[in-house]
C-alpha cells in the first residue's frame, strides 16, 4: 500500500542532511515515544518506519537511488498520485488524490498505524482523519477485524485514538487561526467519537476542557454577526446563557471551567454588551437580576433606560426606576435616579436624588451649567441628555447612530400620554427611600458584590467632570451625537459605566419639552466662568422666592398644589448646598484613568494551547520555570560528560530515570564501543512548566534549546552540528528529586 510520506519527512530532515544529522535525527526520533495511551503495537509499528528510513538513508548507494526516485516524484506533474487505502473487500482500493507533488513511499499494512502516529507528528491532522476514518465509517467495505493490521481490538482502538488527537489539535489550530466555531466542531467531534466508543476518558477530558475555554469565544463570534443571522446569534445567546447557569450569575462564583475569574468575565459582558441590542439586553439582564445580582441590575437599569428613550417608551423608563430601588441603599446611583425621574416628569423626585448623590464632580458639572437658573434643571437635562446619547447609546448595537433630544422625547404624544396618567397618581415622597431591612428583603446585595463594585471603581475611574475648564464650555451650535462620539470599551464595573463619560468633547443641545427654553444655558459659552460657591449661594436665594418650572403642565399644577412640598424640598436643597460647599473645600478632586482590561476577538482570554504542545492540564504546578531550568541544565552537563570523551554514563543516574535512563546509557556504550564522542554547547530557556494531568509526582516543561555538537569518531573531528530545538521534558518526582523520564523534540 501507498502512504503519503517520505523517508525524510519521517526524520524530519531535509534532502541535504548531512550524514551526521541522519544520525542524530534518528536517535532524537526513536527516543520520542507516542501518548501512552497507543498500544505496544502502533509504537512498534512506528518504530519499524523510522528503522526502515533510517537504513536506507544511510547507506550511499540506497540513498541515492531512493533519492532520484524521491526527486522523480516530487517533480513529476503528469497526474496527480493515488494513495491506496488497503483492506478492501474484493480486492478494491480505495483512492485518496493528493497534490501532484506530493511523495509517497511503499508500506506494509502492518505499518499503518506507525504511518498514522508520525503523520500525526508532523501536523497532518486532516490527512490522518482522511486516512483513518473510513475505517470506522465502512466496516462492511473496510474489515479490520480480518486481522491484518494486528490485534483487531488494539488496532480499532489505536485508530479511534488517532482520530480524536487529530481532531484535538486541528481544533487547536483552529483556535489560533481566530476560527473559533470550526475549532469547536472539530473538538465536539473528537467528543462524541469517543463517547461513543467508550474509550479513552482523558483524551475525552481534554477535548472538553478545550470547549469550555473555547466558549467565550465563540460566543463573541456568534453575536457579533449581522442581526438577520439569527440561528447563529441564538446559539451564541444560549451558550451565554449556560456559562451564566454554571457561574451562577454575572458575578456568581460558580464554576463554567472557562478560566475566567469573576473580573475577567465582567469585563467579557461589558465588551459582549456592544453586540447586544437594547431589547436583548433588557431580557438577559432583567432576568440575571433577580438571582439577585447587583451588576445585572445595574446593566438592565441601562437597557431599560436605553431602550426607553431611543423609543419613546417611558414605561420603561419606569422599570429602570424600579430596580434602582434595589440599589439605592448601598450604591450611590441617585444620578442614574435622577435621570429616570427627569425622563418620567418628575423634577421633585430628580432634584431630591440629586441632594443624595456623592457623585462631587457631576454635581459640580450639574451646578456650573445651572448659573442664573432658579434650580438644578438646566445642568441636569445638559448632563442626562449628553449622558444618554454619548455614554448609554453606545452600548447597543440598535442605538448606534441613533440621535434624539429632550424635546423629541417628551413632544412624543405616547409620552405625553404616559406621563398625564402618572401625574395623577399620589405622590410618594419617600418612594425610593427604603429601609435597609426591607431593602435586604427585596433584593439581597451581598458584601462581596459590593466589595467588587467598589474595587472595581477605584481601578477603572473615568475621566472626571472638573476636568472640563472654563475653555471648555460647550456650543449648542455643534451638537455631538452617538455616532460622531468615539465607542469606548465598556468597562468593568457598575460605578465605571457611569463615569466612563468624556464630557469634555462636545454636548448635545439642551432642551425641554413644551417648547420650554433653557437660553440661559445655551447662553452658558457666552457668560464668564463664575465660583461654584458663589453661583451657588446666588441660587439660594432665588430658590426661597422663585417656584421650579416643570417639565409639563401636569408638573406645574403638581407644584401649585402642594405648596408644603416646595417648602421641604427648597429647605433640603438649603441644607444641600450647604454640605456640598464645605465638602468642596475641603476636598480636592482625584482624576484617575486607567485603561480597562477587555476580552475581545483578537485577545487571548485564557492561554491557548500550543497545536504542536501535548495537551496538557492548566498550570498548577510546583515546580517554576526558575527551577525547572536548573533540572534541564543538570541534564544538558551530564550528556557532556557521559556523551563526552571519557564516557562518563554514571553522571546520567543523577538525572535520568527510566525508560530514558536505559535508552541513554544504551547510546553511551554504542558511541564507546565505535569510538565517537561529542562536545557539546548549550543555551536553554524555558517557556512553560506544566503539572501532568494524571500524576501530581509528574510536570511537563518545554524549553528552547540551542545545541551545537562536535563529533569525534577515533580521535579525529566528523562534523559540527548545530540544531535550534523546542524540546518536552517529562520530570517525575522521585526521593525529594526531579528526574527527567522522556524527551521530546518537537
Not at 403642565?553 to 448646598?577: M, S, Y
Request: net charge negative.
Amino acid at each position: 500500500m501507498r502512504i503519503p510520506l517520505d523517508y525524510y519527512r519521517i526524520l524530519g530532515l531535509s534532502i541535504q542532511a548531512s550524514d551526521q544529522q541522519l544520525s542524530q535525527a534518528y536517535h532524537d526520533r526513536a527516543l520520542q515515544l507516542p501518548r501512552r495511551e497507543y498500544s505496544n503495537g502502533a509504537i512498534s509499528a512506528r518504530k519499524r518506519l523510522l528503522d526502515q528510513a533510517y537504513d536506507v538513508l544511510s547507506n550511499q548507494k540506497e540513498r541515492l537511488v531512493y533519492d532520484e526516485e524521491f526527486l522523480a516524484k516530487s517533480y513529476d506533474q503528469t497526474g496527480k498520485p493515488r494513495v491506496d487505502l488497503p483492506l478492501q473487500q474484493g480486492g478494491v482500493s480505495e483512492e485518496l488524490n493528493l497534490d501532484a507533488h506530493t511523495p509517497w513511499i511503499e508500506i506494509e499494512p502492518e505499518q499503518f498505524i506507525g504511518a498514522l502516529l508520525i503523520l500525526q507528528e508532523l501536523g497532518e491532522y486532516e490527512q490522518v482523519i482522511k486516512l483513518a476514518q473510513p475505517y470506522l465509517d465502512n466496516r462492511s467495505i473496510i474489515n479490520v477485524d480480518k486481522g491484518r493490521f494486528g490485534d483487531p481490538q488494539m488496532v480499532r482502538a489505536d485508530i479511534i485514538l488517532t482520530i480524536a488527537l487529530s481532531y484535538l489539535e486541528l481544533g487547536r489550530e483552529q483556535w489560533q487561526q481566530g476560527q473559533y466555531e470550526l475549532a469547536a466542531s472539530s473538538g465536539q467531534k473528537g467528543k462524541e467519537l469517543l463517547l461513543k466508543e467508550g474509550l479513552f476518558p482523558s483524551v475525552g477530558g481534554e477535548l472538553q476542557t478545550d470547549l469550555y475555554k473555547l466558549r467565550p469565544y465563540r460566543i463573541l463570534e456568534l453575536l457579533s454577526l449581522n442581526e438577520n443571522q439569527i440561528p447563529q446569534r441564538q446559539k451564541g445567546m444560549l451558550l451565554l446563557k449556560e456559562m451564566l447557569q454554571e457561574r451562577n450569575g454575572i458575578d456568581g462564583t460558580g464554576d463554567d471551567h472557562s478560566g475566567l475569574s469573576i473580573d475577567d468575565f465582567l469585563r467579557f459582558i461589558q465588551q459582549l454588551r456592544s453586540y447586544l441590542t437594547s431589547v436583548e439586553q433588557q431580557e438577559l439582564f432583567e432576568a440575571e437580576a433577580r438571582r439577585p445580582s447587583a451588576v445585572a441590575t445595574y446593566l438592565a437599569v441601562y437597557a431599560f433606560l436605553a431602550g426607553g428613550f431611543a423609543k419613546k417608551q417611558p414605561a420603561l423608563i419606569s422599570k429602570a426606576k424600579d430596580l434602582l430601588k434595589r440599589l439605592i441603599q448601598r450604591q450611590d446611583v441617585y444620578l442614574e435616579l435622577a435621570v429616570s425621574c427627569l425622563l418620567l416628569g418628575l423634577t421633585d423626585e430628580a432634584s431630591k436624588a440629586l441632594s443624595h448623590s456623592q457623585e462631587q464632580e457631576t454635581l459640580a458639572f450639574i451646578y456650573e451649567y445651572s448659573d442664573d437658573a432658579p434650580d438644578l434643571l438646566p445642568g441636569l437635562c445638559l448632563y442626562g441628555e449628553r449622558w444618554l446619547q454619548t455614554e448609554v447609546f453606545s452600548h447597543f448595537r440598535d442605538l448606534i447612530g441613533v440621535e434624539l433630544s429632550l424635546t423629541e422625547y417628551f413632544a412624543d404624544e405616547q409620552v405625553q400620554k404616559y406621563l398625564e396618567n402618572l401625574a395623577t397618581e399620589p405622590p410618594s415622597a419617600n418612594e425610593w427611600e427604603r429601609s435597609e431591612s426591607e431593602e435586604d428583603q427585596k433584593f439581597n446585595l451581598t458584601e462581596q458584590s459590593q466589595k467588587m463594585i467598589e474595587k472595581q471603581k477605584e481601578k477603572l475611574r473615568g475621566k472626571t467632570l472638573s476636568d472640563l475648564g472654563t475653555k471648555d464650555r460647550v456650543s449648542s451650535e455643534t451638537p455631538i451625537t452617538a455616532k460622531s462620539a468615539t465607542l469606548q470599551p465598556p468597562p468593568a464595573s457598575i460605578t465605571a459605566i457611569r463615569q466612563g463619560s468624556n464630557l469634555n468633547t462636545g454636548v448635545l443641545s439642551p432642551s425641554l419639552s413644551q417648547g420650554q427654553n433653557l437660553q440661559n444655558v445655551q447662553n452658558g459659552q457666552k457668560s464668564q466662568h463664575k465660583p461654584i460657591t458663589q453661583s451657588r449661594n446666588k441660587r439660594k436665594e432665588k430658590i426661597s422666592s422663585k417656584r421650579r418650572p416643570y417639565l409639563s403642565k401636569q408638573g406645574k399644577k403638581r407644584q401649585e398644589t402642594n405648596l408644603i412640598k416646595l417648602g421641604i424640598g427648597a429647605l433640603l436643597a438649603f441644607i444641600l448646598l450647604g454640605l456640598i460647599y464645605k465638602v468642596i473645600q475641603s476636598i480636592a478632586f482625584p482624576n484617575y484613568y486607567k485603561e480597562p482590561l477587555m476580552i475581545t476577538l483578537n485577545q487571548q482570554v485564557v492561554p491557548i494551547p500550543d497545536p504542536k504542545a501535548p495537551p496538557v492540564e492548566e498550570d498548577d504546578s510546583k515546580l517554576d520555570n526558575p527551577k525547572a531550568q536548573k533540572v534541564i541544565q543538570k541534564w544538558l552537563d551530564a550528556k557532556k560528560v557521559a556523551f563526552g570523551k571519557d564516557y562518563q554514563g554514571e553522571e546520567l543516574d543523577k538525572i535520568l530515570v527510566d525508560p530514558l535512563l536505559s535508552k541513554q546509557k544504551n547510546r553511551v556504550a554504542s558511541n564507546q564501543k565505535s569510538g565517537t564522542y561529542y562536545e557539546y554547547e548549550h543555551q536553554i530557556e524555558v517557556t512553560s512548566v506544566k503539572e501532568d494531568e494524571t500524576d501530581p509526582l509528574k510536570v511537563i516543561v518545554t524549553a528552547n534549546v540551542k545545541e551545537i555538537a562536535q563529533s569525534y569518531k577515533g580521535g579525529s573531528k566528523a562534523g559540527t552540528n548545530t540544531d535550534d530545538l523546542i524540546v518536552q521534558y517529562d520530570l517525575f518526582r522521585k526521593d525529594d528529586q526531579w528526574f527527567i523520564q522522556n524527551i521530546t523534540v518537537k
